[in-house]
């Protein structure tokens, strides 16, 4: 559920506590994030600091470019999200030096709830089909859609949340998937609502007993990024909840029955 928020406030709160922070830039095709750290707020513009040394990003950032912030603090009730434009870029040489970026105070920020990055297990009996498709390679038959022409594998989603998913897929099928590919996906959350499509990161592959299916971790990007993110993020909270409630259902059906088997 997003709502809105005060936002030159909430980013002098983020500032004060030092609360993580994440830029993420969509350049080249690709989905980039940087861990950035809000250094200063004014009435119309902040300034974020960018952390580690990941120059061929920080060398994509353009002013007027558009850029998705997150702040995520652990021991807070909500996840701050809101999309924004590049003012300046700034970058400084020798030891002291740092990249920073000035970016305009945002009309409002959106929040989500802490439980919505908590993952949610697809209720028993329901069988949710996702489409995975790479994202890095072009489309070239512009008659067909991307997902058709990049479609190259299919999974059964075991599990969701805000920030990512886990799902099984069988290690017959091909191409390979490897960890860090940024693929698009595609999964029908119940027969009564229409396709979710997403963007993601293979953040780790697994394959328990050391044979049979694969378990993929995939982290998604850029929901943050956009209005259109934004719509699709609310879409995936409300389908957490609804599995969430389906499985509280069951959980008392299951209890419920095991009670009255007892006292039988």
């Known amino acids: ?91 400084t040489s020798g030891e002291d030096g740092g990249n920073s970026v000035v970016l305009a105070i945002p009309e409002g920020i959106e929040l989500v709830g802490k439980r919505s990055y908590e993952r949610v297990k697809v209720p028993a009996g329901l069988d949710i089909s996702v489409k995975l498709w790479s994202r890095s390679k072009r489309v070239l038959e512009p008659s067909r859609t991307e997902a058709e022409v990049l479609h190259s594998l299919e999974g059964k989603l075991i599990e969701v949340s805000a920030g990512g998913m886990q799902l099984s897929i069988c290690s017959s099928q091909g191409p390979s998937l490897n960890e860090g590919d940024f693929i698009g996906l595609e999964f029908q959350p119940s027969r009564s609502q229409s396709p979710l499509r997403l963007n993601a990161y293979v953040r780790n592959i697994l394959r328990p007993g050391g044979e049979g299916d694969l378990v993929v971790g995939l982290e998604m990007v850029g929901l943050e990024a956009s209005a259109e993110g934004r719509m699709s993020l609310s879409r995936l909270c409300s389908v957490m909840d609804e599995y969430r409630g389906k499985n509280e259902e069951d959980a008392g059906e299951k209890n419920g029955g095991q009670r009255t088997a007892d006292s039988g």
């Open 1 to 91: 559920m997003l709502h809105t928020v005060n936002p030159a406030e909430i980013l002098r709160v983020g500032m004060r506590h030092s609360i993580p922070v994440r830029m993420s830039i969509f350049s080249g095709g690709l989905w980039h994030l940087l861990d950035v750290a809000v250094k200063d707020v004014r009435p119309d513009t902040f300034d974020v600091e960018v952390k580690g040394d990941d120059k061929e990003v920080f060398a994509t950032l353009e002013v007027g470019g558009s850029v998705g912030i997150a702040l995520r603090h652990k021991g807070s009730e909500n996840n701050f999200i809101f999309d924004t434009v590049i003012i300046a870029v700034k970058s």
